[in-house]
């Protein structure tokens, strides 16, 4: 595991590469690394913890782990540079505060390009508060069950398309 805050605010910290035998990368460790523009994922992470790379205001592109289980609370909050994400299958939960304030890419305004592993089942609650950058969106055929809140305040989005099994 990475540890709390293990490397935060690590200013000139520029690309990072967590090997297969990291598990969990516990909260805030690598929020406010600034310079941060690349995170290379080894397929053994299933946790990432709550603000573990909130802040990081150069990342642009995220591939999460194709292993992930649980993404925590504001893990990439105010990430103002991300504009493209991959999202796995294996992903089922995001955590959330008792308010719903807290999305896990809340704040990232340029995100744009979001990609689903073929075969994801559903969207976990507050995911994309707040993205926005989102205009359009198409969800899955896969998809039977989008969560609460899911995308609640991205005022910028005009078009989804829905799949047909989604009930």
Avoid: H
Avoid at 78 to 91: F, G, M, Q, V, Y
Wanted: glycine fraction near 10%; hydrophobic fraction near 35%.
């Amino acid at each position: 595991e990475i540890g709390i805050s293990a490397f935060r605010s690590c200013e000139n910290l520029s690309r990072i590469e967590i090997p297969e035998s990291v598990i969990e990368i516990e909260q805030r460790a690598f929020k406010d690394c600034n310079n941060l523009q690349s995170i290379v994922f080894g397929g053994g992470v299933t946790n990432i913890g709550d603000e573990a790379f909130s802040s990081c205001d150069r990342l642009t592109e995220i591939d999460l782990p194709q292993g992930l289980v649980r993404i925590g609370m504001a893990a990439f909050k105010e990430c103002t540079a991300l504009n493209r994400i991959w999202i796995p299958k294996s992903l089922q939960e995001t955590a959330v505060l008792w308010n719903g304030e807290e999305g896990v890419f809340q704040g990232c305004s340029k995100l744009k390009n979001i990609q689903f592993e073929e075969g994801i089942t559903e969207l976990p609650d507050n995911i994309f508060v707040n993205c926005t950058g989102l205009y359009d969106i198409t969800i899955p055929e896969t998809v039977y069950k989008i969560g609460g809140s899911a995308f609640r305040g991205c005022s910028n989005l005009q078009s989804v398309k829905f799949p047909s099994g989604l009930v």
